[in-house]
Structures are given as C-alpha cells and as structure tokens.
C-alpha cells in the first residue's frame, strides 16, 4: 500500500500523478492514497491519521479502516493552533480557516484501490537470540522459537542496512553530455539504493526451534543493520525484527614500519 501526501500524487485528470500510474503498474502498489490537487498543512492530519492505525503493532484487517480513521483525523482531529499557523504560512493559505481548509482536504484526498483489502495479520514478535559479534565479515548465529501455529514453517533471515542510508556501492555518473552512459548508470544506482537486503537466508522450523548462520558483510559502514526473521505457512505467518549495532572497528597503532593491525 502506497501513501503519499505530496500535491496532485493522485491527480485523476489532466496530468495524471504519480500515484494513478504506480496504480496500474502490474508490480505496483495493491492501493494507493493520496491528493487529487494541491494539498498543503492539512496533510499533517491525514498523516497521524495513519499513524494512529498502525500504533500498537497490529493494524486493522481492511485497508478501509485505515482510510476512514485517516479522514476521522482530518475532520475532527485536535491541531495546536500555533503549529497550524507555522505549517500554513510555509505551505498554506492563511486567508483560508483551518475549517474550510479541512472540508477542501477530505475532498481532495482518494483511495485507489479495494477498501475491503484484507491487511495481513501475524504476530508482531517471537522469540529470537543472536549470538556473535556485530562487525564487517562475521558470522552471526540466530536460534528462534516458533509459535505454535508455524511449528514446521519454513522462513527467511535477512541482513538489511538502515532504511534511510546510502549502499556503500553507488557508481559516479559520467558528464551530462554522455546521456546514455549517465542513464544507465542512474538507473543502477536507483536499483542499488532501493535495494536493502545485504545477506539472505533460507531455513526450516521443523520442531517448533531454528537456527540459522547470516555472514555479515566485509563493509559494514552503517552505525546499525536490521535483522529480520519470517516465519510463514499457507495460512499464517509472523516477523521478529532486532536491530543490532554495529561494532566500529579500532586500529591499534603500532611500531613504525611494522603492519597496522584493526580489532
């Protein structure tokens, strides 16, 4: 599901946002939410509207529930009147009240897709043990307990850097006036900085308990890594998520002319 609250993201006529044709794409989005028009401080609402939904760890079964407490937010949501006057002379207009301001949001925002989506639900969190260090080519050894109804399951450990950092892998782009070489290469780097998952792992819990060994990359840049358990079934499944931090490394300073040594 796609949310966004940038201006015209859903434009329906005229020139089509961004959301109508991630919409349509075959491998997109099941649904997409967002403003058809220009939208402005008000967005601020519909956001903790959506919030709100996924507080708890566990979201409502349809999609149109979410949708339905993002517009209750909308309409009768509580704003401090001094961060509406912040966010409405910086993206606004101050010669519209916050009340006709509203009525124009609820109009202006559409859902695309099935109301009646079905989310899935699972369990938020297992048990699972890592043990190893957290550095640049380690092994770490994950064990986890299965809950009862994924006892036999098979599942999947990834290794993900942090979702707002940069791959340690990105190429320079060529002058402006090599135009296929640069796009070509802006679009690898686009795949390589949308791309998240450092290492993967296939395993079975076959009595209810797994173990299974994720090596650790020999560049680890980043101050922490996600570590992401999955357990599924044909009819359920469930995540455990720990984030781990990284051990930076410490260069031990040696005699002169001797061989630098890191631990």
């Known amino acids: 599901v796609f949310a966004t609250f940038g201006c015209s993201g859903?434009?329906?006529?005229?020139?089509?946002?961004?959301?109508?044709?991630?919409?349509?794409?075959?491998?997109?989005p099941v649904a997409v939410m967002g403003a058809h028009?220009?939208?402005?401080?008000?967005?601020?609402?519909?956001?903790?509207?959506?919030?709100?939904s996924l507080q708890g760890g566990k979201a409502p079964d349809r999609l149109g529930m979410i949708w339905l407490n993002m517009k209750r937010q909308l309409a009768v949501g509580p704003m401090n009147p001094l961060v509406f006057r912040m966010l409405d002379a910086v993206d606004g207009d101050p010669q519209t009240p916050q009340a006709i301001q509203r009525l124009e949001h609820l109009e202006m925002?559409?859902?695309?897709?099935?109301?009646?989506?079905?989310?899935?639900?699972?369990?938020?969190?297992?048990?699972?043990?890592?043990?190893?260090?957290?550095?640049?080519?380690?092994?770490?050894?994950?064990?986890?307990?299965?809950?009862?109804?994924?006892?036999?399951?098979?599942?999947?450990?990834?290794?993900?850097?942090?979702?707002?950092?940069?791959?340690?892998?990105?190429?320079?782009?060529?002058?402006?006036?090599?135009?296929?070489?640069?796009?070509?290469?802006?679009?690898?780097?686009?795949r390589r900085a949308n791309r998240f998952v450092l290492a993967e792992v296939e395993f079975k819990a076959a009595r209810g308990r797994f173990e299974a060994q994720v090596k650790l990359p020999d560049s680890l840049p980043w101050t922490n890594v996600i570590l992401r358990a999955y357990l599924s079934t044909d009819t359920s499944d469930a995540m455990a998520v720990h984030v781990l931090r990284v051990k930076p490394i410490r260069h031990v300073p040696q005699a002169e002319g001797a061989t630098p040594i890191a631990r």
């Open 37 to 52: 028009g220009r939208c402005a401080a008000m967005t601020t609402l519909m956001a903790r509207g959506l919030l709100k």
């Open 10 to 28: 859903c434009q329906l006529t005229g020139k089509e946002g961004y959301g109508v044709h991630a919409m349509r794409n075959p491998r997109g």
């Open 109 to 190: 925002f559409v859902l695309l897709g099935d109301p009646g989506l079905r989310l899935p639900q699972g369990p938020v969190e297992f048990p699972l043990t890592v043990e190893g260090e957290v550095r640049p080519g380690a092994t770490l050894t994950v064990k986890g307990t299965a809950p009862p109804a994924l006892i036999g399951s098979k599942g999947r450990l990834t290794l993900e850097r942090p979702i707002t950092s940069l791959p340690t892998n990105l190429e320079p782009l060529p002058p402006a006036d090599e135009t296929a070489e640069r796009n070509q290469r802006m679009m690898a780097n686009h």
